[in-house]
Structures are given as structure tokens and as C-alpha cells.
């Protein structure tokens, strides 16, 4: 027998047949997700949700057609972000990504409305999370009503999400499994649903006693299980809700294993380690896990995208000094890398280019140049060491709360994989051998494992 996962990430989609017994991966396979939608504001980042159920759907049916004995079908994904969908279980709107940034926009008296939150609620959120876009939703239709003689309507899309039409919210990786399945009401696990906002982690429920009184705020929260229950079957195969995708890379990576850290980086960067106990610190949060434990877990907003930021700098000089070029760079970088690790006088670069989750308004800086290391090779491997030490930074503070130490470091993420200095820059800095996660479709395998867990 075996079992599929399926991983719908921001830049891929990815799906893996494992053999259910052994646990092995028989085939992995991995496509572009290539569905961000192009709009007029600069902190918006939407995707077309239609177009990536229709990818994952078909990545799914390639698997199935070699594999005529799958027992379980698993999914996970990107967490935070929101789509709405109607009494039939239609998607009315675009997936809201964990990207987006309207939530940390200044309102009428300059506060952004994360600020906003966590001042009159006491909740601490950030911006992308999928019930501070809904929040913000609500209040932007309310005015579009206001102004709605002066601009002759309200907003199509909002007043279809708010007004009326949306019956639930729920992730991407959730809505997929109600089209599996024909559920026209999404249900979460609590991993994705604590990814939301406004979530109790430790008791697993919305925190109704917090959540706003305007509009249909609560009105359209979705259904929570603290089980990775079966939402129905896909092609007479059964299907269980969809877990979150640092959970699901966890359990990929380093399964029940306490005292492991894992590391991943890929368009975000994250550190995680496993807890019995829910707690907090500083940027850091105690995602519900499996079995009544907790992951903790930290991360950063830029995370690998910082290496893809600098690969397009220097691609942009390369296009202006010697005409039209495309080519990727990132194979001199990597060259650039050794010789800049290989030295002793190093810039420092803090890749905190899109903020933080407790400072949003952070950004990224460069320091410590002199007329030797103010070079191309220092500066790839300062990006790279800030990179690393962001979520160092962020171990700190799990280590500050808990006294929990690093025993093994385990690595996931593209970013890891494919950057040997960085695997370095890692081990160096954490004082502890780093090792690459078994298989490269870490949440996908998760999600497989996941669905024939007992």
C-alpha cells in the first residue's frame, strides 16, 4: 500500500508516493506554482487560487496514474494566507497570501492595523495572517460604503468576501481538499487554523471571547479538528485535512524527535523545535503539532528570498553594463561565496528586508565596510550569514524560555540544500554539525506520513 502528500507552496507545487509500511519515497515530483496576480499596489500579494487547485489537481492525477494501490491522501501548504469561498464551497476571491502586506498599511491615525490588535485586543498577529486580511476586509467595505455616492459602488470583490456570498474562509491547502472531495464546508486541523490569528493554541479554538465585533467576523471562522481527520475520498481514496506546512516539514524531517532543530529555508526561513508545553517569547510561536505537543517555532520574512533579492541586483548591473541578459547568476555567487567564507574581514549585512514579526518596520542594512571588504564575494556571503543569523537570533529566544539546546540540526529548504556554504555558515554558527533532512520534498513526505499515521 502506499500513500500520497501533496505541498502547495508560494513558488512550488510539490507531491510524493511513499511506500506506506516502510516509508520510503518511491516518487517525487515538483512544479511551479506560477500563480501570483499582478496588481496596482506594491504590498499586495495575491495568487490565482483556481489556477493552483488546477495544478495541484493534476500533479495529483499524475501520481495516481502510476500508483493503483494508494491508501491515503495527505495535504499541506502555505499557512496564513486566506481565500473565501460560498455555500457551495466555491472560491469567490484570490488566495491572500502570508506575503501580503495591508495589514501592517497605515490607518487614519497612523497606526497599522496589526498595531491596532494587538493594542485593543491584546493579540499579537502579523500581517498576512489570514483573519487580520479578513479584519481589514471588513473595514475596507464599510467605507467603500461610506463613499459609496461619491465612487458610484462598492468594491465587487469586497462587498461578494463580506457582504454576503462568502459562507467560510479557510487556507489554500484546505480549500484543495474540499474540491477533492465536494465538502462545500472547509475544516481546518489546528495547525492551520492557529496560523489564522485570533487562535488559542493550547486549548485548540478561535478566542471568541477576542475576536472583533464588526461585521462578519465571526460569522464565517471555519470548522477546527485537533485530528488529521478524513475530510471524504478523491477518486474512492480517502483524504485527511491539511496540515500546516511547518508542521508537516517537521514531521518530514525529524518526526517525534525532541531536542532536533530544524531549520528550513526556502522563500521564508524558520526554525522549529518540538515542545510539550505551549509557550511564547519574542517572535516566537507554540504552533499546535501532533499528539498534544507543540512546535516552537520562529521565522523570518524574507528568509532565502534575501539570496534571490541580491541575485537580482547583481543580474540588473549585468543587463545595463552588457545589454539584455536573463541568465541566472546564482552559479558565479556561489563562487563568490567560497572566496568570501574563505576570508577573515567580513561585512555585515542584516537581511531584514521585509521586517520582522515584532517589528515590522525593520529593515535590512549593511555595516562594517572598509576598502577591503566592500566586495562582490563579501557581500554574498554577509547575505548569507544574515540570513543564518536571523534565525539564530530567533533560537535564542526558544532557548531563553525553555532552556532548550540544540542536539541535532537538521536542514529542509531548497535554500539549504543547494548552498553548501550556507550549510556551513550554519554549523559555525549554531556550534553543532548540521545535516540535510532525508528527502527534499520535506512537507509533501510530512503530508504523506501524516495521512496513515494511526
Not at 499528539?291 to 541580491?310: F, Q
Not at 574563505?342 to 542594512?365: D, E, H, I
Not at 566586495?375 to 532552556?403: K, R, S
Amino acid at each position: 500500500m502506499k500513500a500520497i502528500g501533496i505541498d502547495i507552496g508560494t513558488t512550488t507545487i510539490s507531491g510524493v508516493i511513499i511506500d506506506a509500511l516502510s516509508r520510503e519515497v518511491l516518487l517525487a515530483r515538483t512544479i511551479e506554482n506560477g500563480s501570483f496576480i499582478k496588481t496596482g499596489h506594491v504590498w499586495e500579494r495575491i495568487q490565482n487560487a483556481g489556477l493552483i487547485v488546477e495544478k495541484a489537481k493534476g500533479l495529483l492525477d499524475e501520481l495516481l496514474a502510476g500508483c493503483d494501490d494508494a491508501a491515503s491522501v495527505g495535504l499541506t501548504g502555505q499557512m496564513h494566507g486566506i481565500l473565501y469561498v460560498d455555500e457551495k464551497g466555491k472560491c469567490i476571491s484570490p488566495l491572500y497570501t502570508w506575503q501580503d502586506g495591508r495589514g501592517n498599511l497605515p490607518g487614519p491615525d497612523g497606526k497599522s492595523l496589526v498595531e491596532e490588535i494587538y493594542e485593543k485586543y491584546q493579540v499579537k498577529t502579523a500581517s498576512g495572517y489570514g483573519l487580520v486580511t479578513h479584519l481589514y476586509h471588513i473595514r475596507k467595505y464599510r467605507e467603500d460604503i461610506l463613499r459609496k455616492k461619491q465612487q458610484g459602488g462598492v468594491s465587487a470583490l469586497v462587498q461578494e468576501c463580506i457582504a454576503g456570498e462568502a459562507v467560510a474562509l479557510c487556507t489554500i491547502a484546505d480549500y484543495f481538499g474540499m474540491t477533492l472531495t465536494g465538502r462545500r464546508k472547509p475544516l481546518l486541523h489546528t495547525s492551520m487554523a492557529d496560523s489564522l490569528g485570533f487562535f488559542d493554541g493550547e486549548k485548540g479554538t478561535f478566542r471568541k471571547d477576542m475576536i472583533p465585533a464588526e461585521g462578519r467576523f465571526a460569522e464565517i471562522l471555519p470548522e477546527v479538528t485537533d485530528r488529521l481527520a478524513v475530510l471524504g475520498e478523491y477518486r474512492g481514496i480517502p483524504v485527511t485535512a491539511a496540515l500546516g506546512d511547518s508542521q508537516a516539514s517537521f514531521l518530514g524531517s525529524v518526526g517525534m524527535e525532541e531536542g532536533a532543530f530544524l531549520v528550513n529555508m526556502g522563500t521564508g526561513g524558520q526554525i522549529s523545535a518540538l515542545s510539550d508545553s505551549y509557550c511564547k517569547a519574542p517572535g516566537i510561536e507554540a504552533r499546535p503539532y501532533l499528539n498534544g505537543k507543540y512546535l516552537l517555532t520562529g521565522a523570518s520574512l524574507c528568509g532565502g528570498r534575501a539570496y534571490a533579492i541580491l541575485e537580482s541586483f547583481f543580474r540588473r548591473y549585468l543587463s545595463v553594463a552588457c545589454g539584455e541578459r536573463k541568465e541566472e547568476q546564482y552559479g558565479v555567487m556561489e563562487k563568490l561565496a567560497e572566496k568570501g567564507f574563505a576570508g577573515k574581514n567580513r561585512m555585515k549585512v542584516v537581511t531584514a528586508f521585509r521586517g520582522t514579526r515584532v517589528n515590522p518596520g525593520l529593515r535590512g542594512s549593511i555595516s562594517g565596510i572598509d576598502e577591503d571588504n566592500f566586495t562582490p564575494e563579501a557581500m554574498v556571503c554577509g547575505v548569507l550569514e544574515g540570513m543564518a543569523q536571523e534565525l539564530f537570533e530567533l533560537y535564542g529566544q526558544i532557548h531563553a524560555v525553555t532552556g532548550l539546546e540544540v542536539k541535532r540540526l537538521v536542514a529542509s529548504g531548497n535554500g539549504l540544500r543547494k548552498n553548501r556554504i550556507l550549510r556551513e555558515i550554519f554549523s559555525r554558527m549554531f556550534e553543532v554539525e548540521l545535516t540535510l533532512a532525508r528527502y527534499e520534498e520535506e512537507a509533501a513526505y510530512g503530508a504523506a506520513v501524516g495521512s496513515i499515521l494511526p
